[in-house]
């Protein structure tokens, strides 16, 4: 018996992450690319059922690797999609009397440096991945991490994601075009930090 996924709808229209994100961009990253990585998993999941039935050792390993893929995938947007928030909805605004907030003045000495810091690791990116803020159980710190492809943060069993941001093209090419860190600069403006800080104090209590 397996469980389907299916679509989380979001907490906004598509066109309130204007003008940061395009109400075209967000509903084909959401509609089209996000609910694909749904149908492809799903679809996978009945192959295999059969290969399981069948011994297919092969099948089982090629299925394997895409079923994390599109898994990963899923676990990433479904965490990005919350890490945003409208402006008017108070996207950008950063909470008062922050845990998170403390912390990383504590580690980066301010939210601003933070950013950069931010922006700079994840210009890195060659390829597709994601950029990701995770709080390290064991050190107790935050730390920025890369994720090649779809990997989530998840497989990394002390690490917890606070925020996820794609750097897939498609997240950001309709609006940016070549202009990649224009992208990653503006996406604070709709950054959900009541989203970042609930995730924060779950992961360090
Ligand atoms: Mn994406």
Redesign the pocket.
């Known amino acids: 018996m397996t469980t389907k996924l299916t679509l989380p709808k979001l907490d906004y229209e598509y066109a309130d992450l204007e003008p940061v994100l395009s109400e075209e961009l967000i509903k084909i990253?959401h509609s089209k690319?996000?609910q694909n990585y749904i149908d492809t998993y799903n679809k996978l999941l009945d192959e295999f059922d059969i290969a399981k039935v069948e011994n297919d050792i092969n099948k089982i390993a090629s299925l394997t690797t895409n079923l994390k893929f599109n898994l990963g995938?899923h676990i990433n947007?479904s965490i990005?999609w919350k890490n945003l928030c409208p402006i008017k909805n108070g996207g950008g605004q950063i909470p008062e009397n922050s845990n998170l907030i403390k912390q990383i003045i504590i580690q980066w000495g301010s939210v601003e440096y933070f950013k950069e810091d931010f922006i700079n690791q994840i210009m890195k990116i060659q390829g597709s991945g994601w950029g990701n803020l995770v709080y390290n159980k064991i050190t107790k710190c935050l730390e920025y991490l890369e994720t090649k492809d779809q990997d989530p943060v998840a497989l990394k069993s002390n690490l917890v994601p606070i925020l996820c941001i794609?750097g897939?093209e498609?997240?950001w090419y309709l609006k940016y075009r070549n202009v990649k860190k224009s992208y990653y600069t503006e996406i604070w403006k709709i950054i959900n930090w009541a989203d970042l800080d609930k995730r924060f104090n779950e992961a360090s209590s």
């Open positions: 990253h690319h996000h995938s947007h990005y794609d897939w498609h997240a």
